[in-house]
């Protein structure tokens, strides 16, 4: 299937519109035209806007810097501002009279143009050319063109890795079937950093610099990092870069539980960040806003803010008037995007965190582009960056035998979003409002929205929902949500994204398709016409506030310690884990929120929260208890309490 780029020129000068759009026109018929271009014209701006906006296939923008539009004193500059703000990763040229008229498009719209033409040399054949190599930049996968370079060179692999492109299982009887479940590519491209044309993740100076240099331009940042082993990793490599050992950090207590292994690594000393909770649902949201100023106004010697925006559920912060009030106390902001890396490609999903001021921002390419799992990307636009130390942290994270196909997959990913991001995005949103309506129709099942999800005390807080994250109410069908689980996916070849004690949540993606959606509410329908009797639910109960560190998490979490059952002789809360201090850090999935961290004082309400989890909650799993016949906790001992120097930090 050959690609299809469309070039917009928008002028109000008709006959010399018709003729540029001619020419380019006949250029393209009869010259080299790998990427597929082909051009319309259009006369006013807002007609200009409409395109981009309803035509997915729109790549390039050519503005004549003399388009008149009534009321509007450089309406040129104005047009390309907006087309720079709804979709940044148009390509806009302008069309200029003299180098003046340069001049004053440098000074007023410099950032929003990749080019210029002169308009009266018509140069038609000219422009064609440099706009196919505009395309050509844009559609380059430097890493991925390379790796298929080097494997169709056919080497004879005498370096890791042991299979040797494929040749160890090839036509083995016994594990033969994987090498035709995986497939020769996938096998020969499985290389090594013995291969020095492939470039090195480690000290990139080749293809996979000039990926990562098109990656940080498609995202909107100043420099970008490939990270293959995940956003987790990323987001413990930035907090080695910026924390030191004793650096306080203001962290959302509903952060991924790599940011809190991140204290724990890089001995940070946290102040822990409540996150709202709706309690009917089980969903946790955002940290409330003047939580959060509250806690940067009582901590001046604090030098970061880690948040996660959007959350598992959808729900992203207001994040411009946050990361204001940070940088105006000098502390730096970290944002967690994995599961927003969709967000620069369609103006639905806007401001990105980048484009709101964040420092850092990390991203799981791989939810919701298409990358392969593990694949995830590092945005830096931090104006103290320190590239050396990042780079010295990145590479002790960093496996000495990166997987290529990652890498390739990564180059790929940002490529496609680039390209057809904003389409596929688009039929997405469309697919997501079809299937809410579709799913709210069944009358067992109903999806829910903004105001549903937030608690009352956080519906006047500017947050926002992301529309390809649906999580619907299953109370009126009769299922739990194990049973529904499993009969979507043993009757109806359906696998969810995840579920609370009364929901589930799907996720919508560049690769929902409408057949998709038809099979999910077929499924969904059936299931509601069983007509089974309402459930009663038991509610999970609140997650305890947090309570305070007794030290810091890292000196906690390297002690021995002891382990105290969870539970008494009498099937009780043990007692005496009160005003212990825990170890481990203990984590109910889901929803993933940490009950208790490294260096926390266990109070009684902790002990029977998490006691009434196990009785209550069945399908809860329970990361960081020890199990050794029944549930312990790892606790310090009185004497490693009283020996670790930071317990003074917090008397």
């Given at each position: 299937?050959?690609?299809?780029?469309?070039?917009?020129?928008?002028?109000?000068?008709?006959?010399?519109?018709?003729?540029?759009?001619?020419?380019?026109?006949?250029?393209?018929?009869?010259?080299?035209?790998?990427?597929?271009?082909?051009?319309?014209?259009?006369?006013?701006?807002?007609?200009?806007?409409?395109?981009?906006?309803?035509?997915?296939?729109?790549?390039?923008?050519?503005?004549?810097?003399?388009?008149?539009?009534?009321?509007?004193?450089?309406?040129?500059?104005?047009?390309?501002?907006?087309?720079?703000?709804?979709?940044?990763?148009?390509?806009?040229?302008?069309?200029?009279?003299?180098?003046?008229?340069?001049?004053?498009?440098?000074?007023?719209?410099?950032?929003?143009?990749?080019?210029?033409?002169?308009?009266?040399?018509?140069?038609?054949?000219?422009?064609?050319?440099?706009?196919?190599?505009?395309?050509?930049?844009?559609?380059?996968?430097?890493?991925?063109?390379?790796?298929?370079?080097?494997?169709?060179?056919?080497?004879?692999?005498?370096?890791?890795?042991?299979?040797?492109?494929?040749?160890?299982?090839?036509?083995?009887?016994?594990?033969?079937?994987?090498?035709?479940?995986?497939?020769?590519?996938?096998?020969r491209a499985d290389l090594s950093v013995s291969?020095?044309?492939?470039?090195?993740?480690?000290?990139?100076?080749?293809?996979?610099?000039?990926?990562?240099?098109?990656?940080?331009?498609?995202?909107?940042a100043r420099k970008t990092?490939?990270?293959?082993?995940?956003?987790?990793?990323?987001?413990?490599?930035?907090?080695?870069?910026?924390?030191?050992?004793?650096?306080?950090?203001?962290?959302?207590?509903?952060?991924?539980?790599?940011?809190?292994?991140?204290?724990?690594?890089?001995?940070?000393?946290?102040?822990?960040?409540?996150?709202?909770?709706?309690?009917?649902?089980?969903?946790?949201?955002?940290?409330?806003?003047?939580?959060?100023?509250?806690?940067?106004?009582?901590?001046?010697?604090?030098?970061?803010?880690?948040?996660?925006?959007?959350?598992?559920?959808?729900?992203?912060?207001?994040?411009?008037?946050?990361?204001?009030?940070?940088?105006?106390?000098?502390?730096?902001?970290?944002?967690?995007?994995?599961?927003?890396?969709?967000?620069?490609?369609?103006?639905?999903?806007?401001?990105?965190?980048?484009?709101?001021?964040?420092?850092?921002?990390?991203?799981?390419?791989?939810?919701?582009?298409?990358?392969?799992?593990?694949?995830?990307?590092?945005?830096?636009?931090?104006?103290?960056?320190?590239?050396?130390?990042?780079?010295?942290?990145?590479?002790?994270?960093?496996?000495?035998?990166?997987?290529?196909?990652?890498?390739?997959?990564?180059?790929?990913?940002?490529?496609?979003?680039?390209?057809?991001?904003?389409?596929?995005?688009?039929?997405?949103?469309?697919?997501?409002?079809?299937?809410?309506?579709?799913?709210?129709?069944?009358?067992?099942?109903?999806?829910?929205?903004?105001?549903?999800?937030?608690?009352?005390?956080?519906?006047?807080?500017?947050?926002?929902?992301?529309?390809?994250?649906?999580?619907?109410?299953?109370?009126?069908?009769?299922?739990?949500?194990?049973?529904?689980?499993?009969?979507?996916?043993?009757?109806?070849?359906?696998?969810?994204?995840?579920?609370?004690?009364?929901?589930?949540?799907?996720?919508?993606?560049?690769?929902?398709?409408?057949?998709?959606?038809?099979?999910?509410?077929?499924?969904?329908?059936?299931?509601?016409?069983?007509?089974?009797?309402?459930?009663?639910?038991?509610?999970?109960?609140?997650?305890?506030?947090?309570?305070?560190?007794?030290?810091?998490?890292?000196?906690?979490?390297?002690?021995?310690?002891?382990?105290?059952?969870?539970?008494?002789?009498?099937?009780?809360?043990?007692?005496?884990?009160?005003?212990?201090?825990?170890?481990?850090?203990?984590?109910?999935?889901?929803?993933?929120?940490?009950?208790?961290?490294?260096?926390?004082?266990?109070?009684?309400?902790?002990?029977?929260?998490?006691?009434?989890?196990?009785?209550?909650?069945?399908?809860?799993?329970?990361?960081?208890?020890?199990?050794?016949?029944?549930?312990?906790?790892?606790?310090?001992?009185?004497?490693?309490?009283?020996?670790?120097?930071?317990?003074?930090?917090?008397?």
């Amino acid at each position: 299937m050959n690609p299809l780029s469309r070039v917009l020129i928008v002028s109000s000068d008709a006959p010399w519109l018709a003729a540029v759009v001619a020419g380019l026109s006949q250029s393209a018929a009869g010259l080299d035209n790998p990427y597929g271009l082909c051009v319309a014209g259009v006369a006013t701006a807002a007609e200009a806007l409409q395109r981009i906006l309803a035509d997915g296939e729109v790549q390039i923008v050519l503005i004549d810097k003399g388009l008149h539009e009534a009321g509007e004193a450089q309406p040129a500059v104005a047009l390309a501002r907006r087309i720079n703000q709804l979709r940044p990763e148009l390509s806009l040229y302008i069309l200029l009279q003299d180098d003046d008229e340069k001049l004053l498009m440098e000074e007023l719209a410099s950032r929003a143009i990749d080019g210029y033409f002169y308009r009266d040399e018509q140069d038609v054949g000219g422009w064609f050319r440099i706009l196919a190599a505009e395309m050509g930049e844009k559609a380059q996968t430097p890493f991925y063109d390379r790796l298929k370079q080097y494997v169709a060179m056919a080497k004879d692999s005498w370096h890791t890795p042991g299979h040797s492109g494929g040749d160890s299982l090839k036509g083995s009887p016994w594990v033969g079937d994987f090498y035709e479940f995986v497939g020769e590519g996938m096998l020969r491209a499985d290389l090594s950093v013995s291969v020095p044309m492939l470039d090195s993740l480690l000290h990139p100076t080749g293809v996979i610099a000039e990926a990562q240099r098109l990656a940080a331009k498609a995202f909107g940042a100043r420099k970008t990092y490939f990270a293959t082993n995940g956003t987790s990793t990323s987001n413990k490599v930035i907090f080695q870069t910026l924390l030191a050992p004793g650096d306080k950090l203001l962290l959302d207590r509903n952060c991924h539980k790599s940011v809190h292994h991140g204290v724990i690594l890089s001995g940070a000393r946290p102040v822990y960040l409540d996150s709202s909770l709706n309690r009917h649902y089980g969903i946790f949201g955002p940290v409330p806003k003047q939580l959060i100023f509250d806690a940067i106004a009582a901590n001046p010697d604090a030098r970061v803010l880690i948040l996660t925006s959007c959350t598992y559920d959808g729900l992203r912060y207001d994040l411009a008037p946050i990361i204001a009030a940070a940088h105006a106390a000098g502390i730096k902001v970290i944002v967690d995007e994995a599961w927003y890396a969709h967000a620069r490609f369609h103006p639905a999903f806007r401001p990105t965190a980048l484009e709101a001021g964040a420092d850092y921002v990390t991203q799981s390419t791989h939810k919701v582009l298409s990358a392969f799992s593990q694949a995830s990307m590092i945005h830096v636009n931090d104006p103290d960056f320190d590239e050396h130390l990042f780079r010295e942290n990145f590479n002790m994270h960093t496996s000495t035998s990166p997987q290529y196909n990652l890498i390739a997959s990564l180059d790929v990913a940002r490529k496609q979003a680039m390209t057809e991001g904003y389409r596929l995005l688009d039929r997405a949103l469309r697919l997501a409002q079809e299937l809410r309506s579709k799913i709210d129709s069944t009358g067992a099942f109903r999806v829910l929205e903004l105001d549903d999800l937030l608690p009352g005390n956080m519906r006047a807080e500017g947050v926002q929902l992301d529309p390809t994250k649906i999580t619907v109410d299953i109370s009126q069908s009769g299922y739990s949500s194990d049973e529904l689980q499993q009969a979507l996916f043993g009757r109806f070849n359906v696998q969810v994204e995840k579920s609370t004690f009364n929901t589930i949540t799907l996720l919508l993606t560049l690769g929902t398709t409408r057949s998709k959606v038809s099979r999910l509410f077929d499924a969904l329908l059936r299931l509601a016409k069983e007509q089974r009797t309402p459930r009663q639910y038991h509610r999970l109960p609140e997650i305890p506030g947090f309570s305070r560190l007794a030290c810091l998490p890292r000196d906690a979490f390297y002690e021995s310690g002891e382990r105290l059952p969870l539970l008494d002789d009498d099937g009780l809360p043990n007692p005496a884990l009160y005003g212990r201090v825990c170890c481990d850090q203990i984590v109910p999935y889901p929803p993933g929120i940490p009950v208790l961290v490294p260096g926390q004082v266990i109070e009684a309400g902790i002990v029977a929260y998490l006691a009434r989890l196990l009785k209550t909650q069945k399908s809860i799993e329970m990361h960081g208890l020890v199990e050794e016949g029944e549930y312990c906790v790892r606790v310090l001992r009185d004497d490693e309490l009283a020996a670790l120097p930071s317990v003074g930090w917090f008397n």
